[in-house]
C-alpha cells in the first residue's frame, strides 16, 4: 500500500510502483493517490484531492474531511493487511498512519522524508520508533538518519529520471497559438487551491507589471491536474488582457517552453532548475502557519533548489515580500543574468545517478523479504 497526500507525492509514489512492478509484475499495489499513481496502476481507494492542505490553519478548516479519509485508510490496513505500507512525504498525516500500523504489526516504509533538516530535528527518535526503513532523496538527509542510529537508504531524486521533454519550445508555443519569437515567462502557482487563491492574483498582477514593461512577452500558466479549471478560470477573467494561456499539458513540456518563471516553492523549484530556465521562487501562508514556520525553521532558505544547492542561488519572496513590484523586478534581474542558467546547472550533480525510483523499489523488495 503506497499512501501519498499531494502532487509531487503522486508521481514520486506513481515512479515507485512502475519501478515496483518491474522487479515484480505479481506484486498487487492500492493506496491514496491521484492521476499519475492511478495510470502506474496503483488501485487507490481514496485521492489526493481530498487531503492536498497546507497550513495550521487549512487543517483545522478541513479537519473533518481528514480524518474521514484517516479512518478510512486505517480500516482498509485492518482488513487488506497489505505486506507494507509506503508512506511518501506528507508527515502530519503519515506519521499519525505509521502510528495506526504499528499497532497491527505491519511492515512501514517512508519514501521521502519529513524535513527534519528544517526544523525539529529530534524528531527522527519519534520516526524510528514507527519506521521500519527510512528512503531518502538527499545525501545529508541520510547523515542525519544515520547520526540517530536509524536504517536509511538514500536513492537519490527521482526527478533526474522523470524530467523528460517530448516537444521542443518552439513546438510547444506554436501548439498553444502562442509566438516563438516572444519571451514567455511561465506562471507555476501551486499544486493546492488555497495555494493557488494566494499566488495567482499576486503572479498576475506581476505579469501585467512584465508586459506593460515590454509588449514583446507572453506568458504560460501551468495547471496542476489536482487544480480545478474553474478555480483558474474565475481569476484569469480579472486580466483578460493579458497574453496568457493556461497549459494542461505534460508538466516538462510547459516548463521547457518557457524562458523564465514565477514559481511556488516545493518541488517545482527543482523541476525548473533542471530545466535550466531562470526564476524567482514566491510563497504565501496563513500568519499563524508563517508565524510559527518563522519560529521553528533553522534554515536560511525555504526553497529546495537553494537548499540543494547550499546556497542561495534563486531568490525567494516570502510572505509580504511576495508582492506584484517586487516579483516583476526580481524576474526581469534573472532574466538579465547570464550566471543564472549556470548556477541552476550545478542542481543536478546533487541529486544523485539516474535510476532512483528503481533503487527505492529494491529496498522495499529488501524489506518486504526480511
Not at 482498509?76 to 507494507?84: A, E, F, G, L, Q
Not at 547550499?310 to 543574468?337: C, R, W
Request: hydrophobic letters at 45%; a positive charge.
Amino acid at each position: 500500500m503506497i499512501i501519498a497526500g499531494e502532487a509531487s507525492g503522486d508521481m514520486r509514489g506513481a515512479g515507485l510502483a512502475i519501478a515496483l512492478n518491474q522487479l515484480d509484475p505479481h506484486i498487487r499495489i492500492t493506496g491514496i493517490g491521484g492521476n499519475y499513481m492511478r495510470q502506474a496502476g496503483v488501485e487507490c481507494f481514496a485521492d489526493i484531492t481530498e487531503l492536498a492542505v497546507i497550513g495550521i490553519a487549512e487543517v483545522i478548516k478541513n479537519f473533518g474531511r481528514i480524518k474521514k479519509v484517516f479512518d478510512q485508510t486505517v480500516e482498509k490496513i485492518y482488513t487488506t493487511r497489505p505486506d507494507v505500507v509506503i508512506l511518501v512525504d506528507y508527515p502530519g498525516f503519515n506519521l499519525r498512519l505509521a502510528r495506526e500500523i504499528k499497532i497491527h504489526k505491519i511492515k512501514v516504509v517512508y519514501y521521502i522524508s519529513p524535513q527534519v533538516w528544517a526544523w525539529r530535528e529530534k524528531r527522527v527518535l519519534k520516526i524510528k520508533k514507527l519506521v521500519d526503513r527510512m528512503i531518502v532523496l538527499f545525501p545529508f538527509e541520510q547523515a542525519i538518519y544515520s547520526k540517530y542510529g536509524m536504517k536509511v537508504d538514500y536513492t537519490g531524486h527521482p526527478l533526474v529520471d522523470e524530467i523528460i521533454v517530448s516537444h521542443g519550445q518552439t513546438e510547444v508555443l506554436k501548439s498553444l497559438g502562442l509566438s516563438a519569437s516572444k519571451t514567455t515567462i511561465g506562471l507555476m502557482p501551486g499544486s493546492r487551491a488555497k495555494e493557488i487563491e494566494r499566488h495567482l492574483p499576486c503572479m498576475l498582477e506581476a505579469a501585467k507589471i512584465l508586459f506593460n514593461q515590454n509588449k514583446e512577452r507572453q506568458f504560460i500558466l501551468l495547471r496542476a491536474s489536482s487544480i480545478p479549471l474553474k478555480l483558474i478560470e474565475d481569476i484569469l477573467m480579472f486580466y483578460k488582457h493579458l497574453p496568457i494561456i493556461i497549459y494542461n499539458g505534460p508538466t516538462y513540456d510547459g516548463i521547457n517552453a518557457m524562458d523564465a518563471a514565477i514559481v511556488a516553492s516545493g518541488t517545482a523549484t527543482l523541476e525548473t532548475a533542471l530545466l535550466k530556465k531562470p526564476m524567482v521562487i514566491i510563497y504565501k501562508t496563513s500568519w499563524i502557519t508563517y508565524s510559527l514556520a518563522k519560529a521553528l525553521i533553522k534554515i536560511p532558505y525555504i526553497g529546495l533548489v537553494n537548499i540543494v544547492a547550499g546556497k542561495k542561488i534563486v531568490e525567494e519572496l516570502i510572505q509580504n515580500d511576495a508582492e506584484p513590484f517586487k516579483i516583476a523586478n526580481t524576474l526581469e534581474s534573472a532574466l538579465h543574468n547570464p550566471q543564472a542558467i549556470e548556477e541552476l546547472a550545478t542542481v543536478k550533480t546533487s541529486l544523485g545517478e539516474p535510476g532512483a525510483s528503481l533503487r527505492a523499489a529494491r529496498v522495499v523488495m529488501s524489506v518486504l523479504n526480511s
